[in-house]
């Protein structure tokens, strides 16, 4: 069996689903993992922030407008009476939800329960269209056997024993679920994280351990650089998992960061496809190498820098498991680092316990803060390029003020911490020198 998932451009309008109709009726058994509508779960989560700020009637307002866009895809979407009555039914069911969260004092189990509409709506629209053209679907329910631990990750143990029984009740040839939303410890609706559709449909494919997972977006593949910010990117043909785990860590937006990890550790390889243009080869991402050298630069935005200054670090042994026990306590994971005799840098993401973690790292030195930093992260095999990689990178950084560099982790990355402002100029530069 194999998985597919298409993303919110690629259910985005009714053209685009009966494009995704199209695909996935080959005639092989498949499970079909939908992200909600494009641009929905941002409404959504406007909706929330409205009612978090007790903004009750603007929260009112935009369910209501978006209400009616839903009704205008119904009515587009399907041919007959019958299943235009079925897809206002299914509109009216998860809007009367939505409305329900209007009521009453507002709380973190209702904004997931928003958040959750969308993939709910996308994946019963395409189900009943898959149906009134006379194939048949079945709905597989993700809030039955998607679930993450007490630290919010994934709990693949769970997933794996929950989902067997749900596809042995409901047997179909085509199975549609829903990406990115998932239950918690508490049995509460919950998600994956913005993107997270993605990471569903590897979790989905090592739990069952499909034949090959594949990713259907709105471009023919995973490209050398990122697409947003810089001219001329080309598509590569092959990625190792390493090497596309790495890009999807360090921001690569067509992957969640997780995304490849369950399809790695299983050996199921990722196919990244065309919606538009299903012919197109995609990208591969397995454990086969087939060519060498750079493949791809990507950046994640939203860095926070941290220099720890100490004499006592001279010639001392425990100073840094002494640092970094104090972002342990925090739950604060570090992503780069690099370290001179006298100071340690390094880097996280999530400045959530910033001010506890300051007040801690002051015990051991001066410390410096640099905020609204991005890591540029370029990937391939070093080793083989060990000539020309440093010093065209090197050369691609003149002008650019780097706050920190990484190599030798891996032998497939060099990451460079440089100021947000600086990171369409870094991608343009590094693309221009290394392609
Ligand atoms: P979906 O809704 O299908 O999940 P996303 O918008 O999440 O789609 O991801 C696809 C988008 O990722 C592309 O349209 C592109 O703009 C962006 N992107 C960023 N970096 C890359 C890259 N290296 N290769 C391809 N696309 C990228
Ligand atoms: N709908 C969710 C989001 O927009 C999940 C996804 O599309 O992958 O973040
Ligand atoms: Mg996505």
Redesign the pocket.
């Known amino acids: 069996m194999k998985v597919f ?6 259910v985005g309008s009714p053209e685009n689903m009966r494009s995704v109709m199209n695909i996935i009726t080959d005639g092989e058994p498949k499970i079909v993992v939908l ?1 909600a509508m ?1 641009g929905t779960t941002n409404t959504l989560v406007e909706i929330s922030d409205f009612l978090y700020k007790d903004l009750k009637n603007d929260a009112r307002r935009v369910i209501s407008e978006l209400k009616d866009k839903y009704i205008k895809v119904v009515e587009e979407l399907y041919e007959s009476e019958e299943y235009k009555a079925k897809g206002l039914d299914i509109i009216d069911t998860h809007f009367a939800k939505l409305y329900e969260q209007t009521e009453g004092e507002f709380g973190a189990t209702m904004e997931q329960v928003i958040l959750a509409q969308g993939e709910l709506i996308s994946t019963a629209l395409v189900t009943f269209l898959l149906n009134e053209n006379g194939h048949k679907a079945e709905l597989l329910p993700s809030l039955e056997f998607m679930r993450i631990n007490a630290d919010k990750q994934a709990d693949l143990k769970e997933i794996k024993s929950r989902i067997k029984p749900v596809l042995e009740v409901t047997k179909s040839e085509i199975y549609i679920t829903q990406g990115f939303i998932c239950r918690n410890i508490y049995d509460d609706i919950d998600n994956l994280q913005r ?1 997270g ?2 990471y569903t449909a590897t979790l989905i494919g090592a739990a069952i351990d499909a034949e090959e997972v594949q ?5 023919d ?8 910010f810089v001219e001329k ?1 080309t ?1 590569i043909d092959n990625l190792l998992f390493s090497e596309a785990a790495e ?1 999807a860590y360090f ?6 960061p997780l995304t490849i990890l369950p399809a790695q550790e299983a050996n199921i390889s990722v196919r ?1 496809k065309n ?1 538009m243009d299903p012919s197109a080869t995609g990208t591969l991402i397995s454990n086969k190498k087939t060519t060498s050298g750079l493949k ?3 950046a994640k935005d939203g860095i926070t820098a941290i220099k720890i200054r100490s004499d006592r670090m001279l010639m001392a042994y425990g100073f840094l498991r002494a640092v970094f026990g104090v972002f342990e306590k925090y739950k604060t994971s570090i992503d780069m680092i690099t370290t001179s005799e006298v100071a340690v840098s390094l880097s996280i993401d999530n400045d959530k316990y910033i001010d506890n973690i300051l007040e801690e790292l002051e015990e051991f030195g001066d410390t410096e803060v640099d905020k609204n930093q991005t890591i540029v992260c370029v990937v391939g095999d070093m080793a083989s390029e060990e000539k020309v990689f440093a010093k065209n990178i090197f050369d691609a950084l003149e002008g650019i003020p780097v706050r920190m560099i990484s190599y030798g982790g891996s032998q497939h990355n060099v990451s460079i911490l440089i100021p947000e402002k600086y990171k369409k100029a870094t991608l343009q530069k590094l693309s221009d020198n290394l392609f």
């Open positions: 998932k298409f993303g919110g451009t690629s992200s494009s993107g559709s993605d990713i259907w977006t709105d471009i593949g995973f490209h050398n650089n990122d697409p947003r990117t598509r890009l921001g690569a937006k067509i992957l969640h990244l919606t791809a630069v990507a």
